[in-house]
């Protein structure tokens, strides 16, 4: 349904303050040896605004989509004044009692820093009609919440505070996240299999999540440091879950679960000037889902080091070291949330640990003007633990090398072109190649000020010897996969005027995969059969013109 929204506002406007700008103080004569600053003063200003909106709507809210649809008072206030040593800014701006934004700034000298941010945002969402898939009894629609209308009211706050020593870098902060939403929404789901029955359903949502971060900085002779902590947590009220009949029994689904975390990181880097610069960091990350008591623990460790012995020639090095452990209950308890469906424990397949190392090498050589070369490697292992539980390679290991040719010819001419070869030992999934190859080549022309043109071509090619199959507890590998994508596009604009550009352009895409495909029978034992070199493909040819008028 298209709604339709009048909208009439009265507003009352004081402006209560002088001029921003005040009288800097004289210099000193010239008989003096030294010039003493001293700071500007500056009237304060300050601004309020009220109103009120008179909102009439017929029809559906999203004729409004993001807009509190119900008349309301609006208006807001500024002030911002320097009393040295002192910096105050206030700001508030309602359009309703759900939209609205906040800022408060206020800092003294430079020790201290504080900024408040406060929006509100509100949103009406779809009541979605579920369709009847046919006069079959096999399939069913109960639409629960015909005529309902769907709102969320956000209120999304930040603040931050810095706290510095006189005359020294040596920094305390602190900042805060907080996100409260309120409302409802609509919530489907299956509520049988056969026949199959689609349910929609009203949901009451009061979410709140925070994140605090505290922690502190310093320069500590070549290097500076940086020790921070964050705590996040996520507090589910309203429905948190719904109940189902299946089978006889009753069971919960659609939980929304109470979630908390902290991160510990530590960071360190030189000086961001000069021939050498390195950097590191150092971070651990514990999370928990309070409902299912699941954990999981990341470590990442990271280190850049930059080399320039000379302005033509830099090295580039990177490792990444990145650990994830996760450590979920092995079974779903008797009575799982209170329900004597779960009459007996059921087992849980463990989670995948994983342990990654990947380092990256590039060498960039500007060999004369308007030639520059860029060689690059990358090595990557990752190990991972029950992965026989999931059927995939414990082990996989990828190296990449690239090579990147930039040429300036002339002024208004600049080529591109870019060669990546890859190389995966032991694939996890299907999707991924045993190896890859893929050429990128771009043109961008500029004859004039007013005319621009770019042209790119991409072509990769991707091959994996064999697929791995599984269903249930038989593996089965055979066949290949082969693919082939191709992308060209270009662009020609025009500045006809300062604020007028008009841009044609055109694209074209096309992918085709060549795979074995293997089906089961219903039989058990099931019987496999085996279809060779399956074709998929696909293209497209899109043209566009695009105008862009800036009148301001």
């Given at each position: 349904?298209?709604?339709?929204?009048?909208?009439?506002?009265?507003?009352?406007?004081?402006?209560?303050?002088?001029?921003?700008?005040?009288?800097?103080?004289?210099?000193?004569?010239?008989?003096?040896?030294?010039?003493?600053?001293?700071?500007?003063?500056?009237?304060?200003?300050?601004?309020?605004?009220?109103?009120?909106?008179?909102?009439?709507?017929?029809?559906?809210?999203?004729?409004?989509?993001?807009?509190?649809?119900?008349?309301?008072?609006?208006?807001?206030?500024?002030?911002?004044?320097?009393?040295?040593?002192?910096?105050?800014?206030?700001?508030?701006?309602?359009?309703?009692?759900?939209?609205?934004?906040?800022?408060?700034?206020?800092?003294?000298?430079?020790?201290?820093?504080?900024?408040?941010?406060?929006?509100?945002?509100?949103?009406?969402?779809?009541?979605?009609?579920?369709?009847?898939?046919?006069?079959?009894?096999?399939?069913?629609?109960?639409?629960?919440?015909?005529?309902?209308?769907?709102?969320?009211?956000?209120?999304?706050?930040?603040?931050?505070?810095?706290?510095?020593?006189?005359?020294?870098?040596?920094?305390?902060?602190?900042?805060?996240?907080?996100?409260?939403?309120?409302?409802?929404?609509?919530?489907?789901?299956?509520?049988?299999?056969?026949?199959?029955?689609?349910?929609?359903?009203?949901?009451?949502?009061?979410?709140?999540?925070?994140?605090?971060?505290?922690?502190?900085?310093?320069?500590?002779?070549?290097?500076?440091?940086?020790?921070?902590?964050?705590?996040?947590?996520?507090?589910?009220?309203?429905?948190?879950?719904?109940?189902?009949?299946?089978?006889?029994?009753?069971?919960?689904?659609?939980?929304?679960?109470?979630?908390?975390?902290?991160?510990?990181?530590?960071?360190?880097?030189?000086?961001?000037?000069?021939?050498?610069?390195?950097?590191?960091?150092?971070?651990?990350?514990?999370?928990?889902?309070?409902?299912?008591?699941?954990?999981?623990?990341?470590?990442?460790?990271?280190?850049?080091?930059?080399?320039?012995?000379?302005?033509?020639?830099?090295?580039?090095?990177?490792?990444?070291?990145?650990?994830?452990?996760?450590?979920?209950?092995?079974?779903?308890?008797?009575?799982?949330?209170?329900?004597?469906?779960?009459?007996?424990?059921?087992?849980?397949?463990?989670?995948?640990?994983?342990?990654?190392?990947?380092?990256t090498g590039t060498i960039r050589y500007r060999m004369i003007k308007g030639l520059t070369l860029y060689a690059e490697y990358a090595g990557e292992k990752i190990e991972r633990s029950n992965a026989d539980k999931w059927k995939i390679s414990s082990e996989t290991v990828k190296n990449t090398l690239s090579f990147t040719t930039h040429v300036r010819p002339v002024n208004n001419i600049e080529l591109k072109a870019k060669y990546i070869r890859q190389n995966i030992d032991s694939p996890a999934?299907?999707?991924?190649?045993?190896?890859?190859?893929?050429?990128?080549?771009?043109?961008?022309?500029?004859?004039?000020?007013?005319?621009?043109?770019?042209?790119?071509?991409?072509?990769?090619?991707?091959?994996r010897e064999e697929i791995n199959f599984t269903d249930n507890s038989i593996n089965i590998r055979i066949g290949d996969r082969k693919v082939r994508r191709e992308k060209i596009f270009g662009s020609l604009t025009f500045l006809l005027i300062n604020d007028l550009t008009v841009t044609p352009n055109f694209a074209f895409l096309r992918n085709r995969t060549r795979q074995t495909i293997i089906y089961d029978s219903i039989s058990s034992p099931p019987d496999y059969y085996v279809d060779s070199?399956?074709?998929?493909?696909?293209?497209?040819?899109?043209?566009?013109?695009?105008?862009?008028?800036?009148?301001?």
């Amino acid at each position: 349904m298209i709604g339709k929204i009048k909208r009439i506002s009265l507003l009352c406007l004081f402006l209560l303050s002088s001029s921003v700008y005040g009288e800097v103080a004289e210099e000193n004569s010239y008989e003096e040896p030294l010039y003493v600053y001293e700071f500007p003063v500056i009237s304060p200003e300050i601004n309020i605004k009220a109103g009120y909106s008179f909102l009439e709507r017929k029809g559906s809210k999203r004729a409004g989509e993001f807009y509190y649809p119900h008349s309301s008072v609006s208006g807001g206030f500024f002030l911002k004044a320097f009393p040295f040593p002192h910096r105050v800014h206030l700001e508030f701006e309602a359009l309703n009692k759900k939209d609205y934004f906040g800022d408060i700034r206020y800092a003294y000298k430079d020790i201290a820093l504080l900024r408040v941010l406060t929006r509100g945002i509100y949103h009406n969402l779809d009541n979605k009609t579920l369709i009847d898939a046919g006069p079959s009894p096999q399939y069913t629609v109960e639409q629960r919440d015909k005529g309902k209308e769907y709102e969320i009211s956000n209120n999304i706050s930040n603040l931050y505070l810095r706290l510095k020593t006189p005359d020294y870098p040596f920094h305390i902060f602190a900042d805060a996240h907080v996100v409260r939403s309120e409302g409802s929404m609509q919530q489907r789901f299956l509520s049988s299999y056969l026949p199959l029955n689609r349910v929609s359903m009203h949901r009451d949502l009061d979410w709140y999540s925070q994140a605090i971060n505290i922690g502190t900085n310093s320069h500590l002779g070549p290097v500076e440091i940086e020790l921070s902590r964050s705590e996040r947590r996520v507090d589910v009220k309203g429905d948190r879950f719904f109940e189902n009949s299946y089978g006889g029994n009753i069971y919960p689904h659609n939980l929304i679960p109470e979630l908390k975390g902290s991160t510990t990181t530590f960071k360190i880097h030189t000086s961001y000037t000069g021939q050498i610069v390195a950097s590191a960091t150092l971070s651990r990350t514990e999370k928990e889902n309070e409902v299912s008591s699941a954990k999981s623990d990341y470590f990442v460790a990271a280190g850049d080091f930059t080399y320039m012995p000379d302005p033509v020639f830099t090295v580039f090095l990177r490792y990444r070291h990145r650990k994830a452990e996760s450590d979920n209950p092995d079974y779903i308890p008797v009575n799982y949330l209170g329900y004597s469906a779960y009459s007996s424990t059921i087992s849980v397949k463990p989670s995948i640990d994983s342990v990654s190392d990947t380092i990256t090498g590039t060498i960039r050589y500007r060999m004369i003007k308007g030639l520059t070369l860029y060689a690059e490697y990358a090595g990557e292992k990752i190990e991972r633990s029950n992965a026989d539980k999931w059927k995939i390679s414990s082990e996989t290991v990828k190296n990449t090398l690239s090579f990147t040719t930039h040429v300036r010819p002339v002024n208004n001419i600049e080529l591109k072109a870019k060669y990546i070869r890859q190389n995966i030992d032991s694939p996890a999934y299907n999707n991924e190649p045993d190896t890859s190859d893929e050429i990128r080549l771009s043109v961008n022309w500029s004859p004039t000020k007013r005319i621009n043109g770019l042209l790119m071509y991409a072509l990769t090619s991707q091959k994996r010897e064999e697929i791995n199959f599984t269903d249930n507890s038989i593996n089965i590998r055979i066949g290949d996969r082969k693919v082939r994508r191709e992308k060209i596009f270009g662009s020609l604009t025009f500045l006809l005027i300062n604020d007028l550009t008009v841009t044609p352009n055109f694209a074209f895409l096309r992918n085709r995969t060549r795979q074995t495909i293997i089906y089961d029978s219903i039989s058990s034992p099931p019987d496999y059969y085996v279809d060779s070199d399956v074709l998929y493909r696909d293209g497209a040819l899109i043209y566009g013109l695009n105008f862009n008028y800036i009148p301001k």
